[in-house]
């Protein structure tokens, strides 16, 4: 818990008024995200060493040791008195607060079984927040969505009510101001980082996660093209993916497409995402055509690759060239699309109400709305084998997720009233026991 003390360190009662020392056992650090400013810090060398010193793997260390000296079992005593004053600049961790939280969320992993990690977590989403109201209000409702509401306390109800009230920035870029050609020299390698969902249940859905990575890590020269791969595992009890430079995470929300795939993209800092199907055979060279192709073309924002088993029979020849335009099974490849992380800054997080079908057509108006570019590229080949896990749901199910996003695809992009829309989804729910009790065939 956390108590004042007095300069003796004898303990006094909450209503004491007096501005003393604050100390905090572990429990109390954790439970408030306790972070001791890095600034103007000072740790007993012992603690430091007993704790193995810094992590320099962790951003945010002034964080990670204020928890793992509490956790040692020494306290933590902050002082009153302003000391110093933290410069604020540009370039300041606060100001991005993405990522800041992606940070102080690695740290708090480590106590994840403790009974105050659900708290720490809450005020890391509270503290992020506080500009995330104004500045992405889709990433905000999506933090806002992983706070029991057990955890809602007064700080993140005026969070809440600021999101609710308060207008977004409106901050309109051009192509040319956003998207920054990022280049690299010759001798030096491109990180690309990897996101793909995965779903476990079964031994054959995890040998077609495990083909799908084996064919990625061996597609690429390492010397050149840097891979870090997440993949997103919904089956908790599935173990870790043992392929070089892959990181598997288990989150902890119900499926959604779109919304595992921000977690991934969240995950890393690479100038390129890949957000990717787990049910793909990568050829190789794949990653190293599209990156060819951004560098020679800045004005390309996004990019897929050409499927050896689809796209010929649709009129796209294998190594015929690059082509322009937002066809979904077209230029568009929902099943892998790579992009400039910097086009988040104008399209924002993927939009979470898609959590599986209309996914890579909502990501295609999104690109043609903003004027965002998008091109197949015929050089770049990874197949597509199918959507094995989509099988494992009944035609009923595949049926009823179908129609819910094309509602919600209707609403967004086709103008449809709200009136509309609620007489299709209760149509929908009145048919869905027939459709289950196969009384009635999907068509």
């Given at each position: 818990?956390?108590?004042?003390?007095?300069e003796?360190?004898?303990?006094?009662?909450?209503?004491?008024?007096?501005?003393?020392?604050?100390?905090?056992?572990?429990?109390?650090?954790?439970?408030?995200?306790?972070?001791?400013?890095?600034?103007i810090?000072?740790?007993?060398?012992?603690a430091?060493?007993?704790?193995?010193?810094?992590?320099?793997?962790?951003?945010?260390?002034?964080?990670?040791?204020?928890?793992?000296?509490?956790?040692?079992?020494?306290?933590?005593d902050?002082?009153?008195?302003?000391?110093?004053?933290?410069?604020?600049?540009?370039?300041?961790?606060?100001?991005?607060?993405?990522?800041?939280?992606?940070?102080?969320?690695?740290?708090?992993?480590?106590?994840?079984?403790?009974?105050?990690?659900?708290?720490a977590?809450?005020?890391?989403?509270?503290?992020?927040?506080?500009?995330?109201?104004?500045?992405?209000?889709?990433?905000?409702?999506?933090?806002?969505?992983?706070?029991?509401?057990?955890?809602?306390?007064?700080?993140?109800?005026?969070?809440?009510?600021?999101?609710?009230?308060?207008?977004?920035?409106?901050?309109?870029?051009?192509m040319?101001?956003?998207?920054?050609?990022?280049?690299?020299?010759?001798?030096q390698?491109?990180?690309?980082?990897?996101?793909i969902?995965?779903?476990?249940?079964?031994?054959?859905?995890?040998?077609?996660?495990?083909?799908?990575?084996?064919?990625?890590?061996?597609?690429?020269?390492?010397?050149?093209?840097?891979?870090?791969i997440?993949?997103?595992?919904?089956?908790?009890?599935?173990?870790?993916?043992?392929?070089?430079?892959?990181?598997?995470?288990?989150?902890?929300?119900?499926f959604?497409y779109?919304?595992?795939?921000?977690?991934?993209?969240?995950?890393?800092?690479?100038?390129?995402?890949?957000?990717?199907?787990?049910?793909?055979?990568?050829?190789?060279?794949?990653?190293?055509?599209?990156?060819?192709?951004?560098?020679?073309?800045?004005?390309?924002?996004?990019?897929?690759?050409?499927?050896?088993?689809?796209?010929?029979?649709?009129?796209?020849?294998?190594?015929?060239?690059?082509?322009?335009?937002?066809?979904?099974?077209?230029?568009?490849?929902?099943?892998?699309?790579?992009?400039?992380?910097?086009?988040?800054?104008?399209?924002?997080?993927?939009?979470?109400?898609?959590?599986?079908?209309?996914?890579?057509?909502?990501?295609?108006?999104?690109?043609?709305?903003?004027?965002?570019?998008?091109?197949?590229?015929?050089?770049?080949?990874v197949?597509?084998?199918?959507?094995?896990?989509?099988?494992?749901?009944?035609?009923?199910?595949?049926?009823?997720?179908?129609?819910?996003?094309?509602?919600?695809?209707?609403?967004?992009?086709?103008?449809?009233?709200?009136?509309?829309?609620?007489?299709?989804?209760?149509?929908?729910?009145?048919?869905?026991?027939?459709?289950?009790?196969?009384?009635?065939?999907?068509?």
């Amino acid at each position: 818990m956390a108590v004042r003390i007095d300069e003796h360190g004898t303990v006094l009662p909450k209503r004491d008024k007096k501005r003393l020392v604050r100390r905090y056992d572990f429990h109390a650090a954790l439970a408030m995200a306790l972070v001791v400013g890095g600034n103007i810090a000072v740790y007993r060398r012992d603690a430091m060493h007993s704790v193995g010193g810094y992590d320099p793997a962790i951003k945010v260390q002034d964080f990670q040791m204020t928890l793992k000296i509490a956790h040692a079992g020494f306290y933590v005593d902050v002082l009153p008195d302003v000391v110093t004053l933290y410069r604020k600049h540009p370039h300041s961790l606060s100001k991005q607060y993405k990522s800041e939280y992606d940070y102080g969320v690695q740290v708090i992993e480590a106590y994840r079984n403790h009974p105050a990690y659900p708290s720490a977590k809450a005020r890391l989403i509270t503290k992020a927040l506080r500009m995330a109201v104004t500045d992405d209000k889709a990433y905000a409702w999506q933090l806002l969505r992983q706070v029991p509401l057990r955890q809602w306390d007064r700080q993140l109800l005026k969070r809440v009510r600021h999101l609710l009230l308060k207008k977004g920035r409106v901050e309109e870029k051009s192509m040319c101001e956003t998207m920054v050609q990022v280049r690299a020299p010759s001798d030096q390698a491109v990180f690309l980082d990897v996101v793909i969902l995965s779903f476990a249940k079964d031994e054959a859905l995890r040998q077609v996660t495990e083909h799908c990575l084996d064919s990625l890590v061996a597609s690429e020269d390492p010397e050149r093209i840097r891979l870090r791969i997440w993949v997103l595992e919904s089956n908790a009890q599935a173990p870790v993916y043992k392929q070089p430079g892959v990181v598997t995470l288990y989150p902890e929300t119900p499926f959604n497409y779109h919304a595992y795939m921000n977690i991934g993209i969240r995950e890393g800092q690479a100038p390129f995402v890949a957000i990717c199907n787990n049910d793909l055979s990568f050829h190789p060279g794949w990653a190293s055509e599209l990156l060819r192709v951004f560098e020679q073309d800045p004005s390309v924002s996004s990019a897929s690759p050409a499927c050896s088993l689809h796209h010929p029979r649709n009129g796209f020849a294998l190594n015929s060239g690059v082509y322009p335009g937002y066809g979904v099974l077209k230029e568009i490849s929902g099943w892998c699309l790579v992009f400039r992380r910097s086009i988040l800054e104008v399209i924002g997080a993927l939009d979470e109400r898609f959590f599986f079908w209309y996914a890579d057509n909502d990501y295609a108006l999104t690109l043609q709305s903003k004027g965002l570019r998008h091109v197949l590229v015929t050089s770049s080949v990874v197949d597509h084998l199918d959507s094995r896990t989509l099988r494992t749901h009944t035609s009923a199910r595949q049926w009823l997720m179908t129609k819910r996003a094309k509602y919600t695809f209707e609403e967004k992009w086709l103008g449809r009233s709200k009136g509309y829309l609620m007489r299709k989804k209760l149509k929908l729910y009145l048919k869905f026991p027939l459709y289950y009790l196969g009384l009635k065939k999907v068509k």
